[in-house]
């Protein structure tokens, strides 16, 4: 039970640090050496295309495209 009462501390002081860390945005910085990105398995130009029909107009607003 002592080794659970200090990996329950152990998680929840790198919990309060997570918690305090500076976020703004998508400024992911606090993350850099901790995380993995893979490549998404599918396309959303592709996805909305089906849908698009000639007579419509579309503004793609936030999804990150730029």
């Given at each position: 039970?002592?080794?659970e009462m200090?990996?329950?501390e152990q998680w929840r002081?790198?919990?309060k640090a997570e918690e305090a860390a500076s976020f703004s945005g998508?400024?992911?910085s606090h993350l850099d050496g901790r995380w993995q990105e893979g490549g998404?398995?599918?396309d959303y130009?592709?996805?909305v295309r089906e849908?698009?029909?000639d007579s419509m107009e579309l503004l793609d607003m936030g999804t990150g495209g730029g």
């Open positions: 039970m002592n080794a200090t990996n329950q002081t790198s919990w998508w400024d992911f998404i398995p599918w130009g592709e996805i849908f698009l029909q």
